[in-house]
């Protein structure tokens, strides 16, 4: 069983910055692929981005390249999203999934078995 807390989410004005920590235990981290997804109000959850169990590898969803960027460090165990040039339209709540599908698309939910609680990114205008 794998265990995901995530942390850093806040409200912050637009233009503005935050970083997203998701700390994990429970497995060896290597062996786990990481992702972020996002949830806004009165929509379905959607991918942001996700690395490969190495670091070597990162996807991001069209609507935040350039703008967002994965990373992890496997000594910390933890999976980071630093969010710049923050838009109203990022917020939402933010999920750290984690998964040992390595055979499935890692830009889906299904790939991932493991949820965090959420952490709530707030932009305004």
């Known amino acids: 069983q794998v265990q995901l807390v995530e942390s850093g989410g806040g409200l912050v004005q637009a233009g503005g910055s935050l970083r997203l920590s998701c700390a994990a235990s429970g497995r060896t981290f290597s062996t786990l692929i990481m992702g972020w997804f996002r949830q806004a109000p009165g929509k379905e959850r959607e991918f942001v981005a996700t690395?490969?169990?190495?670091?070597?590898?990162?996807d991001h969803a069209n609507s935040v390249k350039g703008r967002f960027t994965i990373s992890r460090d496997n000594s910390k165990n933890t999976v980071y999203l630093q969010m710049n040039t923050l838009k109203p339209e990022d917020t939402a709540v933010y999920y750290c999934?984690?998964?040992?599908?390595?055979?499935?698309?890692?830009?889906?939910?299904?790939?991932?078995?493991?949820w965090g609680q959420g952490t709530q990114v707030t932009v305004s205008s």
């Open positions: 999934a984690a998964g040992t599908n390595y055979y499935s698309a890692p830009q889906i939910s299904n790939t991932y078995l493991y």
């Open positions: 690395v490969s169990r190495s670091g070597g590898s990162t």
